[in-house]
């Protein structure tokens, strides 16, 4: 299979593009959400449901399979494409921000990450070769270098210090897999591999990550180390410093980003690839994502609404249900109420997609994006963890 990320299209008056990028279980039109696998499973929402949504690729995590159910599991069901029954593309995460997350569980060197699993805190230890033996199992169509996300604040030289790290262990990443191409099966040496730019808040040391992160020529490029509690003005510097250094002609990822605006904002800057719980973890408390703005269905206003979340919706909820109905499942604590603001809020981000790519295409995404941020309110908090 040849590796390929084709430019299609780039707006006039912003640095947004669409793009197509082919992979061993499909291709993927960019820009492009990636709903949330996390542990084998975007939650509450089974695969057939995500092929309706026309969902083009999942993300898993590294870290939580490794932890459960275990590489032996996996490796018994065929790999994660078998195990989950999702015939299309999936990304993998490293686990860079599990570490990161696991801070007082964890001890970092050069060699890798020793950590006690949140689970039953058994120990273990993961490096970039054992994240990418992983990787190799799972049977990602694209699989990411490990890296250390810092966070914030933090000061310049600790930033220096773990970016130079990642830096060491792309490297390494990178090696394995071409020492073992060779030997391994044929959907690994067809899989793609990305490097991830580190930097924390700093100019410099983002720019010296990218250039460093880019001479290592990886199969596309993530920024990481954003949406880790820094305000939004310095996520975005992070992106538009970045951004320059990475080539036209591969993919770029934002990691675990973002609320809509923020996406379309991104798309502006020239990222093409996203993933975000937002859709799904802000469904689980009864908070629905529409054009414009959120809206809480727990909250009293809606106990007589007989208007979907969404008009013009063509999502199953909106189809089908009122928002007062809806409502009273979430305030009894009925699962169905919860999967339909889920499958609602995925509609959402998936459709926000393809009318980006469309807009792009026709030279308009500017003026879409400009009118959508100007309508789109947040009425309860969104964070992300």
């Known amino acids: 299979m040849q590796k390929t990320f084709e430019l299609l299209a780039i707006d006039r008056h912003s640095k947004a593009r669409c793009g197509r990028l082919t992979s061993a279980h499909g291709e993927i039109d960019t820009p492009v959400f990636m709903p949330v696998g996390t542990q084998g499973s975007v939650k509450g929402v089974s695969p057939r449901e995500l092929r309706e949504l026309r969902a083009q690729i999942v993300l898993g995590n590294t870290y939580h399979l490794f932890v459960r159910p275990g590489l032996d599991v996996i490796k018994h069901f065929g790999g994660l494409h078998n195990f989950m029954n999702w015939s299309g593309p999936i990304l993998t995460d490293s686990g860079g921000y599990q570490i990161f997350s696991l801070a007082k569980l ?201 208007n979907p979340i969404e008009e013009n919706c063509a999502c199953e909820a909106c189809r089908e249900f009122s928002r007062g109905y809806i409502r009273h499942l979430i305030k009894t604590e009925e699962i169905l109420g919860l999967r339909l603001i889920t499958l609602h809020n995925l509609h959402f981000y998936l459709t926000l997609m393809n009318q980006s790519r469309a807009e792009i295409e026709k030279g308009t995404f500017d003026q879409f994006r400009k009118a959508f941020v100007t309508e789109y309110k947040t009425r309860d908090a969104v964070t992300v963890e």
């Not at 050069?110 to 993961?126: K, L, M, T, Y």
């Not at 897999?177 to 983002?206: P, W, Y």
């Open 106 to 306: 964890r001890k970092i060197t050069e060699e890798g990450v020793e950590f006690q699993n949140h689970i039953d805190g058994a120990r273990a230890f993961i490096s970039p070769e054992v994240v990418m033996e992983i990787q190799l199992l799972l049977g990602s169509d694209i699989t990411m270098a490990l890296d250390e996300c810092v966070p914030y604040p933090c000061k310049y030289d600790y930033a220096a210090q773990s970016a130079e790290m990642t830096t060491r262990w792309a490297r390494r990443c990178r090696e394995w897999k071409r020492r073992n191409c060779e030997t391994a099966k044929r959907g690994f040496v067809d899989s793609m591999l990305f490097g991830i730019v580190q930097g924390a808040t700093f100019e410099e040391l983002r720019k010296e990550s990218a250039q460093a992160i880019v001479d290592l020529d990886f199969d596309g490029y993530a920024i990481g180390g954003v949406s880790v509690g820094e305000p939004e003005e310095e996520m975005m510097r992070a992106v538009e410093w970045a951004e320059p250094i990475l080539p036209a002609n591969k993919p770029r990822y934002a990691m675990g980003l973002g609320t809509p605006p923020q996406l379309l904002e991104l798309i502006a800057r020239g990222v093409d690839m996203f993933d975000c719980v937002l859709p799904t973890r802000l469904a689980r408390n009864g908070t629905a994502f529409t054009a414009t703005g959120t809206v809480n269905l727990k909250n009293a206003e809606f106990i007589l609404d007989k």
